[in-house]
């Protein structure tokens, strides 16, 4: 088990509360438990977005396409805080702007690795300006590219299998942004927002 797996994450119902703490790794073993995750998508000011193609050392979804940087918020750590630490371990950048555009929940699992993804899954836009540094760790990413975020939907819709399952709610928040959903906020500074499921490999129902 890496170092990562054996963080904490928290764990949440439904409407984004918080429920208690688990380990990455156990948050990912069939048949999941629901926690809370960020997505960020980095937006150059010409409107593409940054992709990563995930590591082949990854536990979930290797080499697929996805966003610019996932992760987990350890419990009571804010986002903000969160995805700028993971933006610095992955990618070398940092930090950013970052903007909550809307939460998506999603279930998908790995038919590669068995491995389960439950999140409540909080997207955020990260404003990137040209001549910042990447150094990306080849234990994290594999490869980048800037692409166009409509030309993106459509390849997402002709060849979903090269894209993390989460990747086509993500770009959907980033281009009809909801911003933070209405409600309490929870200690990591991250309000509730309403379930949706994209996830094109899910199975057996949440």
Not at 40 to 65: E, H, I, M, S, Y
Request: a negative charge.
């Amino acid at each position: 088990m890496t170092t990562r797996e054996k963080h904490l994450v928290e764990l949440v119902d439904d409407a984004g509360r918080p429920q208690g703490e688990t380990t990455v790794a156990a948050a990912h073993q069939p048949p999941g438990q629901l926690h809370r995750a960020f997505s960020v998508l980095l937006v150059d000011p010409d409107g593409r977005v940054l992709l990563q193609r995930r590591a082949p050392v990854k536990t979930r979804f290797p080499l697929r396409w996805a966003n610019s940087c996932c992760g987990h918020p350890t419990p009571g750590e804010s986002l903000v805080e969160a995805a700028n630490r993971r933006l610095r371990e992955e990618l070398g950048a940092g930090p950013v702007e970052l903007t909550e555009v809307g939460v998506y929940v999603y279930y998908a699992e790995d038919p590669v690795t068995g491995r389960v993804e439950f999140e409540y899954d909080h997207v955020l836009r990260g404003e990137f300006r040209p001549g910042d540094p990447l150094l990306p760790d080849p234990d994290e990413v594999a490869e980048l590219r800037w692409v166009d975020p409509l030309s993106l939907t459509a390849d997402l819709d002709a060849d979903p299998r090269a894209y993390a399952p989460w990747l086509g709610g993500v770009v959907n928040r980033l281009l009809a942004p909801s911003g933070p959903a209405v409600g309490p906020p929870g200690p990591a500074g991250s309000p509730p927002g309403p379930p949706a499921n994209d996830a094109s490999e899910r199975s057996g129902g949440r």
